[in-house]
């Protein structure tokens, strides 16, 4: 059994035992290094080892219960949060660049205007039918045909507007030959985005 000194005594003082004093047996010194030599420690605290000289070999393998583990914390949500920004920013940054495109208000016709070149027409003349149809710049497709008064009429056409177009000029040619005197009329029907009809008028005088 250990001494309440043997409790006492740290690793700290572990060195002066194994000092040689002047006029000291050293044949005593090396015999009670040879004892302590197999001394185990008998107590683990963190990192610091407590020796007791006379701690006997059924003390010195008596079996201690192993300390528990750590335990593991999840990183705080803060950190969490941190390190999750930045990607989540990336990605909603790239998400807006392909996205802005097709966000916001469609396709829609401000304004719209149609006109005849020239007017009086001559004999074997081409009249030469102007429409300026003006958009909000958002991109789509604007449709449309061409109506004529002597009863035909074109196909639908497209013009495709890209982002930021504002405007789209579309044109028409109506030819005339022989003698005579004839009023025409131009239709330009808008199909979409939103319908809308304009009309403009020419005559062609052949004597």
Known sequence: MTTQDDADYSATALGSHWVVRPGQDRTLVE??????????????????LRFGPGVTAAAAH?????????????????????????????????L??????????????RTADITARPAVLGCDGTAR????VTTNGRPGTLSYRWVRSDGTASGVLEEVMVREQ???RLQLRWTFQGTGHHAA?????????????LTTRFTYDCP
């Open 96 to 109: 807006a660049f392909l996205v802005w495109p097709r966000l916001g208000p469609p396709l829609a016709v």
């Open 31 to 48: 015999q009670d290094a040879q004892e302590e030599r197999p001394t185990r420690p008998d107590r683990v605290e963190g990192t610091v």
């Open 185 to 197: 009329r131009v239709e330009l029907r808008i199909i979409s985005p939103a319908p809308r009809t």
């Open 129 to 132: 039918i102007a429409g300026l």
């Open 166 to 168: 504002t405007r789209a």
């Open 62 to 94: 008596r079996t201690h219960p192993a300390l528990p583990a750590a335990p593991s914390f999840p990183a705080p949500s803060g950190r969490r949060l941190r390190r999750h920004t930045l990607p989540a920013l990336v990605v909603l940054c790239v």
